[in-house]
């Protein structure tokens, strides 16, 4: 299954806003904050609960410099994936970004988790905007 959120324009340089994206205890205020539990993070992971989801848990795997964040799935994760933040340069002062989540989901878990994931993922991309809006 793969996911590809809206893409938003964010008003910070590339560099701040992969800086910001490098280091996983940033997340946390990128996350539903009334659906959170349970968080636990250093720079190169981060774990939590989601209200109505599951165990989640991201690991940093590859980074190219002001354009890829690339996370696995990490932990107690019950499926495995991928999430790719992509960040391209609109501006000297924007930044565009969008995530793409790439798991590996039977027919039967696709049509149950597509929306809550689908809705998940395009709230992280907005909240990322809106923190540096």
Same mark, same amino acid.
């Given at each position: 299954?793969?996911?590809? *959120?809206?893409?938003?324009?964010?008003?910070? !340089?590339?560099?701040?806003?992969?800086?910001?994206? !490098?280091?996983?205890?940033?997340?946390?205020?990128?996350?539903?904050?009334?659906?959170?539990?349970?968080? !636990?993070?250093?720079?190169?992971?981060?774990?939590?609960?989601?209200?109505?989801?599951?165990?989640?848990?991201?690991?940093?795997? *590859?980074? *190219?410099?002001?354009?890829?964040?690339?996370?696995?799935?990490?932990?107690?994760?019950?499926?495995? @994936?991928?999430?790719?933040?992509?960040?391209?340069?609109?501006? !000297?002062?924007?930044?565009?970004?969008?995530?793409? @989540?790439?798991?590996?989901?039977?027919?039967?878990?696709?049509?149950?988790?597509?929306?809550?994931?689908?809705?998940? @993922?395009?709230?992280?991309?907005?909240?990322?905007?809106?923190?540096?809006?």
């Amino acid at each position: 299954m793969n996911i590809e *959120t809206e893409h938003q324009l964010i008003n910070a !340089d590339n560099a701040t806003v992969f800086n910001f994206l !490098d280091d996983l205890n940033n997340y946390k205020v990128l996350f539903p904050q009334d659906k959170l539990e349970n968080w !636990d993070a250093t720079a190169e992971y981060c774990t939590c609960k989601i209200t109505g989801l599951s165990d989640i848990g991201l690991k940093k795997d *590859t980074s *190219t410099a002001n354009s890829l964040v690339a996370l696995n799935s990490y932990g107690k994760s019950p499926i495995k @994936f991928t999430l790719n933040i992509h960040l391209s340069e609109e501006s !000297d002062s924007t930044t565009k970004a969008y995530l793409v @989540f790439e798991g590996d989901i039977n027919p039967f878990m696709k049509m149950m988790l597509e929306k809550p994931l689908t809705k998940l @993922f395009n709230s992280i991309a907005y909240r990322l905007k809106t923190h540096f809006n």
